[in-house]
Nanobody
Framework: QVQLVESGGGLVQPGGSLRLSCAAS????????MSWYRQAPGKQRELVAT????????NYADSVKGRFTISRDNANNTVYLQMNSLKPEDTAVYYC?????????WGQGTQVTVSS
C-alpha cells in the first residue's frame, strides 16, 4: 500500500525558510516522478513542483520559481521541497503526490504558515 508521509511544516516569518520532506513507501520510488502540491484556505489545490524519477528537469509553478527547490533521494525514498524567501501567500497545506498510471496517491499534508 502506498504511503506518503510529509513533515517539516510550521510557522515561519516572511523571508524565512523551511524544508519539507516526504517519506514514501509501498511502491518502487525510483521509478516515478514526484510532486508537491499546496492548498490554501478557500482555494483549489495547485501544483508547486515536480521532479522526474532520475532528478532531471524539475518543473515549478511560476509563483515559486527561484525560491523553491525540489529534490529527491532515491536511496532513502524521500522527496524534499526547500522553500526560501517565504511569503505570506505561500501559506497553505503542502501535499506530496505520486501518480502511477491512473492511480493518484497523496500524503496527509503538512501546514506551512508564513506570518509575522
Amino acid at each position: 500500500q502506498v504511503q506518503l508521509v510529509e513533515s517539516g511544516g510550521g510557522l515561519v516569518q516572511p523571508g524565512g525558510s523551511l524544508r519539507l520532506s516526504c517519506a514514501a513507501s509501498g511502491f518502487t520510488f525510483s521509478n516515478y516522478a514526484m510532486s508537491w502540491y499546496r492548498q490554501a484556505p478557500g482555494k483549489q489545490r495547485e501544483l508547486v513542483a515536480t521532479i522526474t524519477s532520475s532528478s532531471g528537469s524539475p518543473n515549478y509553478a511560476d509563483s515559486v520559481k527561484g525560491r523553491f527547490t525540489i529534490s529527491r533521494d532515491n536511496a532513502n525514498n524521500t522527496v524534499y521541497l526547500q522553500m526560501n524567501s517565504l511569503k505570506p501567500e505561500d501559506t497553505a497545506v503542502y501535499y506530496c503526490n505520486v501518480r502511477r498510471g491512473n492511480r493518484n496517491s497523496w500524503g496527509q499534508g503538512t501546514q506551512v504558515t508564513v506570518s509575522s
